[in-house]
């Protein structure tokens, strides 16, 4: 099958401040230096580049994601090296937080990117998921507690993106659709991917939750046992499978029954369980109010005075993914990576 | 489970940023007048990070600080009034007048100085981890640094042997985003100060610096592991000072706006008051007559220093050596 040869787009969104939050104190959490988000990125372009995408979007940063970039590229030699796509950096005004996400995938909406590759962890897919619509995502772990994202080697990542991009492989063979869940506490309305954890700690603070005393709820989009993060202390309780049509729900106690829980890296507890049950789309259920705070996907967002009622309800409208194997599979069922030597890349 | 912070706790972190704010505010004023002696660095906008940090520490535990060391002090516990007549040169003052704005140490609260030498205050939380390490005592040391000092010798060398000896040590870069007059974008190759912590065998962690309660548990974190034996960390602390490196900098190198964007939408006391008041957890009222009670604090202390005695000639050979 020849490679589609209308100019493909795809966007890059790398979270400059992922994997690096209080956890590497708490637990034995990885550093993910710049440096090795600018080698995943250069990884990425490579596979981009030989299936076709011409250019990329890409969010700028100050923390030296986009300046180290920006010199792999000025030593980039197409005729040496494989080919790159050419990389536009987004003209934003950045204000070096979330929000620069947000704008970031906006813009990259409007201008038509076919896949939006993101790299961070569970907090940076939560942001993106708010604002990237049916826009697939291709996720790349470099934050902390990844249970969203995979951890795949970028190459492959690249290479799937890429065969969507190009149209070797259809959206609908590639993508899968996840669950996702909202929360609304006072007027305000919040998203979240994998877990809403209501915990007793007052202040968003250093925003991990890191501490197993302090959690009191927890709802889930999915539950798998070998998965880290909070989510495992719903899974190691009763389990609930990312593609099914429901979520969970545990209520957290300090005494009585427990189960063993791997709710950071490096940290394994055993957590109290009160009560546990399903959670079914479209049906709310009240937060128990107290003085506090509600973390999304892993990060104290909402504070909680006792008197805000709050609500979280499980939705399977969430966004698009990439699996990345079973797009790969489909493109060598397809042919699309059949060359022919001699003739050219 | 964390320690969650007290009413008083709140009250007296919101005295601590206030009185640092005061006294840096007062400086900037005063020292236009021509009348302080030496340089003054001014730590204003920086007052959550040695908030955040030192009330985790208690009077035994050390820190070393910068030539922006006014902050430091106060939050470990140095009595601004002396600070005050020290930075006037006045023999009342904490070192007897004799070292001025960048040599502010009180070895009774724990603070082993203000420090002219970039990156100086490194090897001296070596030597003072070490003896708490080496006595079987509970004392965790602190580095403040800059991310001027983070490129310093000293501090890669503290920082080593910091690991090697795992040493109760908590490197705290407070990273203001300029060393001098160049930007850390073009002077840190890594641009995240954290990220050396790797290569030292040792965590590293980033941390919003305008936010009392992110620095409060952060550093409490590190501190916490540090006294139980974990050994030393790295903190960086982002955060953006409101005055130039030194007073008298006309700071062409940074954009127009830029502090006044920062101190209108980023601001620690603002945060701070906005989300202790809304929580009802401190009232407006309250945290109005803290502030009143400073600046009558801060106008003393100066009323003081002015009419405070210079040190005399007598002076000069005193305090030379320290016999032990």
């Known amino acids: 099958m020849k490679q589609c040869s209308s100019p493909s787009l795809v966007g890059i969104v790398a979270n400059p401040a992922s994997g690096r939050d209080i956890r590497r104190l708490t637990s034995k959490a990885l550093v993910f230096p710049t440096v090795e988000k600018v080698n995943m990125i250069e990884r990425l372009l490579g596979a981009l580049g030989a299936t076709g995408v011409e250019r990329v979007l890409m969010m700028p940063d100050l923390v030296g994601i986009s300046a180290g970039l920006t010199r792999a590229i000025d030593g980039h030699r197409a005729d040496r090296d494989q080919p790159w796509p050419t990389v536009d950096f987004l003209p934003m005004r950045l204000t070096q937080g979330a929000a620069d996400t947000v704008e970031a995938v906006r813009r990259m909406r409007e201008a038509g990117v076919a896949v939006i590759v993101v790299l961070g962890g569970d907090g940076t897919h939560r942001i993106v998921a708010g604002e990237c619509a049916d826009t697939p995502l291709a996720t790349l772990s470099s934050g902390t507690n990844n249970a969203f994202p995979d951890l795949r080697e970028a190459t492959l990542t690249g290479l799937a993106a890429g065969l969507v991009a190009s149209g070797a492989v259809a959206v609908e063979a590639a993508a899968r659709r996840n669950k996702r869940l909202r929360v609304r506490c006072a007027g305000q309305e919040e998203l979240a991917l994998v877990d809403v954890c209501v915990t007793r700690l007052e202040h968003v603070g250093a925003r991990a939750v890191w501490d197993p005393t302090s959690i009191a709820e927890l709802y889930v989009t999915f539950a798998e046992p070998g998965v880290i993060g909070l989510s495992s202390i719903a899974a190691m309780h009763t389990p609930v499978g990312r593609d099914e049509p429901r979520g969970g729900w545990v209520h957290c106690a300090p005494a009585g029954p427990a189960v063993l829980a791997p709710i950071a890296p490096g940290l394994v507890r055993p957590i109290g369980i009160a009560a546990a049950g399903a959670l079914l789309p479209g049906q709310p259920m009240a937060i128990g109010a107290l003085r506090g705070s509600i973390a999304l996907d892993g990060e104290r967002e909402i504070e909680l005075d006792g008197r805000q009622a709050a609500s979280v309800t499980l939705e399977l409208e969430g966004p698009l993914t990439l699996d990345v194997p079973a797009t790969l599979a489909a493109a060598v069922g397809a042919g699309a990576l059949q060359r022919e030597l001699g003739t050219g890349p | ?324």
């Open chain 2, 1 to 324: 489970m964390t320690k969650q912070l007290t009413r008083d706790d709140l009250l007296k972190a919101y005295r601590t940023m206030r009185t640092i704010r005061e006294f840096e505010e007062r400086l900037h004023t005063d020292f236009a007048t021509g009348e302080i002696p030496g340089f003054v660095h001014l730590y204003a906008g920086e007052e959550a990070s040695a908030t955040g940090v030192c009330m985790n520490l208690g009077p035994e535990d050390h820190i070393a600080s910068t030539h922006r060391g006014h902050g430091h002090c106060i939050a470990k516990g140095v009595d601004p009034v002396g600070m005050m007549a020290e930075i006037w040169g006045r023999k009342t003052g904490t070192c007897k007048g004799k070292g001025g704005s960048m040599h502010i140490a009180d070895l009774s609260v724990g603070m082993l100085g203000a420090n002219g030498i970039v990156g100086g205050g490194g090897p001296l939380v070596c030597g003072t981890a070490l003896a708490a390490k080496l006595r079987g005592q509970p004392y965790v040391s602190v580095c403040f640094f800059g991310d001027g000092a983070s490129n310093q010798g000293t501090i890669f060398e503290a920082m080593n042997l910091a690991s090697v000896w795992n040493l109760p040590v908590i490197f705290l870069a407070e990273n203001n985003g300029y060393a001098e007059a160049t930007s850390s974008n073009f002077s840190v190759a890594c641009d995240n100060i954290a990220d050396r912590a790797s290569a030292f065998g040792m965590p590293g962690i980033t941390v919003d610096g305008f936010d009392f309660f992110a620095v409060y548990e952060a550093a409490g974190a590190a501190i916490e592991r540090a006294r139980q034996g974990g050994g030393p960390s790295l903190v960086e602390v982002k955060l953006s000072r409101y005055y130039g490196h030194f007073e008298g900098d006309q700071q062409t190198y940074r954009a127009p706006g830029e502090v006044q964007n920062i101190r209108d939408t980023k601001d620690c006391l603002l945060q701070f008051a906005r989300r202790v008041t809304t929580s009802g957890q401190i009232t407006q009222a309250e945290l109005a007559a803290i502030d009143a009670e400073v600046k009558a604090l801060i106008d003393g202390s100066v009323v003081k220093a002015k009419s405070d005695p210079k040190p005399t000639e007598a002076d000069l050979l005193t305090d030379v050596y320290v016999s032990y």
